[in-house]
């Protein structure tokens, strides 16, 4: 019997880069676009396809080196097996995503969260979200080499999250947050594929070589975040427009913007944006913009005119 499992993508309003830092940001799922892993009983083994991408692997008869493409996707299925304690069936796994791959959007960890629960379920065992988080930040470590955690936390949990990174002995602190009123959002891509793990590293390195300076920065957008935790809950989205324009001014100071963001931050303001920003690692990928709903569709219009590739539409419904 087949199993189907699907993961939403995730989008950041706020503290993307920060949070590596130790300091806060704020995540929302985007559960209208999705990962999904289906397996099927087979009779030769492990084998992993991803049709999206033309890549089809047999895991049992060619193990995948680390460093060699696939190798995320054999981890996912390999630390399921290993954290649920059952001897592996042969199966297939066929992976499909609509989430733009290296675009901010999570599309790492969605997929990995989808392969995690796929595998445990059609070998009969359910995992917790909590022990699903565990593999699957594993995986993204695999990724992005030094990752924060929001993604997994977001799309694993499918709730928008406050998240901070703690001290490698310390748990992760997230907290599920409340939100005041129902908002709009669209996301916009670029088309430009950007790498999180060398904007990352590219961002440590200018840290380290001017810590006062990179550290402000990172203290302006934690209590810009704090604010924005605020807003959310009394569903200002006006406020939380307003913050999110002072958090992209931020992110253009730590040289982690492009001009192809840039474009897109400003067409969906003068289109009536409440704010836009960009969302993710940066120098490509997406922005996030929240919209009044009588809105939506002249932002939607201006967003393709100057460019984007895609565009998506989202509500963060009002949680009580």
Do not use: C
């Not at 890549?55 to 630390?79: D, M």
């Not at 916009?188 to 060398?198: C, L, N, W």
């Not at 709903?293 to 201006?302: D, G, H, Q």
Request: proline share 4%.
């Amino acid at each position: 019997m087949a199993v189907e499992v699907s993961a939403p993508a995730k989008a950041i309003l706020f503290g993307e880069h920060a949070v590596v830092y130790r300091k806060p940001a704020i995540a929302i799922p985007l559960s209208d676009l999705r990962a999904r892993a289906v397996v099927r009983p087979a009779s030769d083994g492990i084998t992993i396809s991803a049709k999206d991408f033309g890549k089809r692997y047999n895991i049992t008869h060619s193990p995948i080196r680390e460093g060699q493409e696939g190798y995320a996707l054999q981890q996912a299925v390999l630390k399921t097996l290993e954290h649920i304690g059952v001897k592996p069936q042969d199966l297939v796994l066929e992976i499909k995503s609509d989430i733009p791959i290296a675009s901010g959007l999570g599309s790492g960890a969605a997929v990995a969260t989808a392969i995690v629960k796929a595998v445990a379920k059609f070998h009969g065992k359910e995992l917790t979200d909590d022990n699903v988080n565990k593999i699957v930040y594993e995986i993204e470590q695999i990724h992005h080499g030094t990752p924060s955690g929001i993604d997994n936390t977001t799309i694993v949990y499918e709730r928008p999250v406050y998240f901070k990174k703690r001290v490698w002995f310390l748990p992760n602190k997230t907290k599920h947050l409340k939100v005041g009123a129902t908002m709009h959002f669209v996301i916009a891509d670029t088309g430009i594929r950007a790498e999180t793990k060398g904007i990352v590293a590219d961002v440590r390195s200018a840290w380290k070589a001017d810590k006062k300076t990179f550290n402000r920065l990172f203290n302006d957008i934690k209590k810009i975040t704090k604010k924005a935790r605020k807003a959310l809950k009394n569903g200002s989205a006006e406020e939380v427009g307003k913050l999110m324009n002072e958090n992209h001014a931020l992110l253009e100071k730590m040289g982690v913007s492009s001009p192809e963001i840039n474009a897109l931050v400003q067409a969906a303001r003068k289109a009536g944006a409440y704010g836009s920003k960009m969302s993710g690692a940066g120098r490509g990928g997406n922005i996030i913009t929240i919209v009044p709903a009588r809105k939506l569709e002249a932002v939607v219009s201006a967003l393709k005119r100057v460019g984007a590739e895609h565009v998506y539409t989202t509500t963060l419904r009002k949680t009580s």
